[in-house]
C-alpha cells in the first residue's frame, strides 16, 4: 500500500506488499523487499538496499550521504538485510570508495538516535540499544549486543555474542564471547549468559572461559598468551576463533580489569 501522501520516486524498486505511510520520502535507486513497513516521516535515500519484512519507524533516514570528508559522490549502498527493525530517528549512511557499502545484517534491532556510518559492516542477530553512535568502518559480528549510549571508535572490530555496557567508550577491537565493561573499557568476563541463551554447552563455555584465563589471567603478553593457548588448549571452533581475532587485530583489544 503506497500511500498518496508520500514520495516515491518512479525508478524506486518497491515489492507490492510494501506499506508506505504518509509524508515519506523514497529516493531513486532505491529497493524494498516483500513485507517491509515504512512508517511516516522516512527518508530513504539514493542506494539504500531494504530487505523482507522489515519495519522503520518513524524519523529514520536510510543512505544519505557518508559524513566523510574524503567521499566524493560515488555511487556506493546502503543495506539493510532481512527481519530488521530501525528504530526512531535512527541514521544509516551509506558507503564511500573504501568499501562501497555500509551492511546492517539479518533480525537486527537498532534502537532509537542510534547512527551506523559508512562502511560500517554490522552482522546478524545484533542491538544496538538507543542513542549508540558507531563511527565509520566499524564490524559488529553476529550476535553482539551494544548498550544504550555506547560510542565506538572508526574502525574497531566487535567479536561475535559480546556484550557491552551502556554508556562505554570503545576505542579497541573487543574479542568473541566476552562482556566488555566498566571506564576504561576492559573485558569483564565472557557472556556466559548469552551463550546459553544460543544454546552453547556448558564443555564450550568452560573452554571459552579457559582461554580467557591465558589471555588476561595469566600474566602473558597477548602473543605469548595465544601461543600457550596453541599448544596447550585443544582446537576447537571457538578456539580458532579467539586465536584467528586476536592476530587480526589493528587496534588491539581491549585490556583486563586491573
Not at 79 to 91: A, F, L, Q, S, Y
Not at 158 to 182: C, E, F, T, W
Not at 229 to 238: G, K, N, Y
Amino acid at each position: 500500500m503506497k500511500q498518496p501522501l508520500a514520495y516515491i520516486h518512479p525508478d524506486a524498486k518497491i515489492a507490492p506488499s510494501v506499506v508506505i505511510d504518509p509524508f515519506v520520502t523514497i529516493d531513486r535507486n532505491v529497493e524494498i523487499g516483500e513485507g517491509t513497513r515504512i512508517a511516516s516521516n522516512v527518508t530513504i535515500m539514493e542506494g539504500s538496499r531494504i530487505g523482507r519484512n522489515c519495519t522503520i519507524f518513524p524519523g529514520a533516514v536510510i543512505g544519505a550521504v557518508p559524513q566523510d570528508l574524503k567521499f566524493k559522490g560515488e555511487d556506493t549502498l546502503a543495506i539493510i538485510g532481512d527481519n530488521t527493525t530501525i528504530r526512531e530517528c535512527v541514521t544509516v549512511n551509506r558507503g564511500t570508495a573504501a568499501k562501497g557499502k555500509t551492511v546492517v545484517g539479518n533480525n537486527c534491532l537498532i534502537m532509537a538516535y542510534s547512527h551506523i556510518a559508512h562502511d560500517c559492516l554490522v552482522g546478524n542477530n545484533i542491538i544496538i540499544a538507543n542513542a549508540s553512535q558507531i563511527a565509520g568502518e566499524v564490524q559488529i559480528d553476529d550476535f553482539a549486543i551494544v548498550g544504550g549510549g555506547t560510542l565506538i571508535h572508526q574502525f574497531c572490530h566487535i567479536g561475535a555474542h559480546v556484550m557491552i555496557q551502556g554508556g562505554a567508550l570503545v576505542n579497541k577491537d573487543i574479542p568473541p564471547y566476552v562482556k566488555a565493561a566498566r571506564e576504561p573499557i576492559a573485558y569483564a568476563g565472557i557472556n556466559s549468559v548469552g551463550l546459553r541463551r544460543r544454546s552453547f554447552t556448558n564443555e564450550q563455555i568452560r573452554d571459552i572461559q579457559e582461554i580467557y584465563r591465558y589471555l588476561y589471567l595469566s600474566g602473558y603478553n597477548n602473543s605469548d598468551a595465544v601461543e600457550h593457548i596453541e599448544a596447550e588448549l585443544p582446537a576447537t571452533r571457538e578456539r580458532d576463533e579467539i586465536i584467528m581475532f586476536v592476530r587480526n587485530s589493528k587496534r588491539g583489544i581491549i585490556k583486563g580489569y586491573l
